[in-house]
């Protein structure tokens, strides 16, 4: 008797080269904005206010930077990650053209890495996806690996590839969607005096709040996005596993880190690209999220004057404020960090 169901792949059917087309295609809403605003409770004006996108010169408010991320990403998970362990990086994940409500997004990924766990139960494969719109114009392009278990321990491994991956996006290739005229920009509305000019590389900011995480918060999350990985949903199955409880999609921290930024950095209204990122441990329901962010570099954009990049290294930790910049020294690792992010973000300038 055949089956019609899909187990999803484990690491045993991943090949080098091989083309996954990723099912189904995603037309967005403002019901996924209003959800995504109601977990979240991000603050940034360009998303949040019509008028105020305008004066940026956009036909209206895109949806969250990280919210387009999480919508292409979720794509992906059925074919790349439902029996993945861990999601354990991220690398030369560049923005492009905005997203609205009414956008259809289509992914699809390529393997470009198969690397064999010593365990001989898992194996870390490497793909990169791409999410377009409906007109074919590029919303993401991204690389990132995962640990994905083997169905058949006894399988032999392939070959191992592990693919060179770009160390950043280069400030070149940064999509700048939005143009800032003089006296267009409303400081005041945005929440924050503080302007591109204003920020100087090493300065570090305590973005002060915290979030606690809920089961039903991160899992809401996922599912928003058709996100379907085991790990996040089954706790009959995972309270048998490593850690005995649903984990948190690592994405769902990115987006903790990213809401909480906006006190300190509530005028870096888009993310241009994600250089690197390393979920450092997991996080369960019950773990408050706690951020702190370095300026890392800041960059003119070529021929632009209205808008600057900002290179940040925002840091995560659950139960442990960041008053003190816990994570700072790489030398002396900190258990609470779950999170280590590598980005750049837009920022108006002082015209």
Sequence with gaps: MTT??????????????????????????????AVYTALFGPRFALHSSDPFARALGLPGAPIDSMLAFHLV???????????????L????????????????????SRVIG?????DGKTGVVYVHSTGVNQRGETVLDYRRWVMVRKR?????????????????VP???????????????DAARAGSDFLWDDYVPGERIDHVDGM?????????????????????????????????KRIVYGGHVISLARALSCNGLANAQLVAAIHGGRHAAPSFAGDTI????????????????????????????????????PGHDAAAPEPAVVLDLDYTVLMPRRL
């Design 171 to 185: 400030v070149a290739e940064l999509h700048c969607p939005i143009a800032v005229a003089p006296g267009a920009y």
């Design 212 to 244: 606690t995480i809920e089961d039903a918060e991160h899992m809401l999350a996922a599912r928003l996005y058709q996100n379907n990985a085991k790990v996040h949903f089954n706790q009959h199955v995972e309270r048998e596993g490593r850690f005995g």
């Design 73 to 87: 990403f979720g794509r992906t998970v059925a074919d790349v990650s439902l029996n993945a362990i861990a999601n």
């Design 89 to 108: 990086g991220y690398a030369g994940c560049r923005f492009g053209v905005p997203v609205y409500p009414g956008d259809t997004i289509t992914a699809d």
């Design 114 to 118: 198969l690397k064999p766990n010593k």
């Design 152 to 168: 058949d321990e006894s399988a032999p491994p392939p070959e191992t590839v592990v693919p060179e991956l770009p160390a950043s």
């Design 4 to 33: 019609k169901t899909r187990a999803g792949n484990f690491f045993e059917d991943f090949r080098l080269g091989q083309r996954l087309v990723h099912a189904p295609p995603r037309t967005v809403t403002q019901g996924d904005v």
């Design 290 to 325: 706690y951020a702190w962010s370095e300026v890392l570099a800041k960059d003119a954009l070529p021929g632009r004057h209205d808008v600057g990049a900002l290179r940040l290294r925002t840091v995560a930790t659950k139960d442990r404020a960041c008053h003190d910049f």
